[in-house]
């Protein structure tokens, strides 16, 4: 539920709500994104976070950074640490968890709404000290994928949950599919 004189903050965790589309069939088309929610209300903020891969020669998330960078998100980017697992793999790790905790409470003085692009059950104990502030708090993710994209505990302490696949109408594409010479995307989260 939302209130068109209401100040509104999106705060989207970049892998995870990549993946919940992923697992759902689409891609986010973040222009029309952004166009859904200054609909819904007042939005003073679209904040984007991941960790990128700074030592490749071609990151296949940078396009998507430039571009939103331009168009106005705020991007918050760290670089990703590389390692290999005991089975050898090639892993990048990256976790925005902190970075958009801080921000978020940083902001909540400001804002009457905050929507939440994650499904992480981490995010559970931020959303109850976003709410004990008078801010609401709407999360967007899925439980129509296998296994569901988002932590029970984080869906039953929001506000209002949004499911992702209702969405896919008003802010999706689908998938395009990756060139040859293109890697595939990353995970930041482990």
Known sequence: MFYRDERLALFIDGS????AAKALGFDIDYKLLRQEFMRRGKLLRA?????????????????????????????????????????GRRKVKGNMDI????DAMELAPHVDHIVLFSGDGDFRP???????????????????SQP?????????????????DELKDVLGRPPREPRADQPMEYATDE
């Open 16 to 19: 995870n709500l990549y993946a």
């Open 148 to 164: 569901p994209m988002i932590a029970d505990e984080l869906r039953r302490q929001a506000d209002n949950f949004i499911e992702l």
């Open 99 to 102: 970075e958009l905790t801080v």
């Open 126 to 144: 931020l959303v109850e000290s976003l709410q004990r502030q008078g801010v609401r708090v709407s999360v967007v993710s899925t439980i129509r």
């Open 47 to 87: 904040f984007y976070y991941t960790a990128l891969l700074e030592n490749d020669d071609y990151s296949p998330i940078r396009p998507l950074v430039d571009w939103l960078h331009y168009n106005g998100f705020t991007m918050v980017t760290k670089p990703a640490k590389e390692y290999t697992d005991s089975q």
